[in-house]
């Protein structure tokens, strides 16, 4: 069985930092592409953000726009877990995040999700 748990969200202050993590078991994340999306509160109930993605072999990074110099996406495959760190978070980080894989780039539509993880950015 495939599972992708994210964990290290939570409560922060604006202008913080957090760094989520997704620990992967039943598949092997050195095969996938992965990635984070984020649905916001407000947005459409099936609607997920991308926010960012790594190449299976961490060579490449992609960010949406909205987060580009302040959040950073990395992975450990000897530990089966991919990483987001969060600077400088502002109130329209607010959101659940959720990790993805994908055997593709475009990460169109991944084979796998995580359970999602909220992130509240507030005084």
């Known amino acids: 069985q495939v599972q992708l748990v994210e964990s290290g969200g939570g409560l922060v202050q604006p202008g913080g930092s957090l760094r989520l993590s997704c620990a992967a078991s039943?598949?092997?994340?050195?095969?996938?592409?992965m990635g984070w999306f984020r649905r916001f509160r407000q947005g459409p109930a099936n609607e997920r953000e991308f926010v960012a993605s790594i190449t299976s072999d961490g060579g490449r990074t992609f960010y949406a726009d909205a987060v580009k110099g302040r959040f950073t996406i990395s992975r450990d495959n000897a530990k089966n877990t991919v990483y987001l760190e969060m600077n400088a978070l502002g109130f329209q980080d607010t959101a659940v995040y959720y990790c993805?894989?994908?055997?593709?780039?475009?990460?169109?539509?991944?084979?796998?999700w995580g359970q999602g993880i909220q992130v509240t950015v507030s005084f």
């Open positions: 039943g598949l092997t994340i050195s095969k996938f592409v």
């Open positions: 993805a894989a994908d055997p593709y780039m475009t990460m169109k539509t991944p084979d796998y």
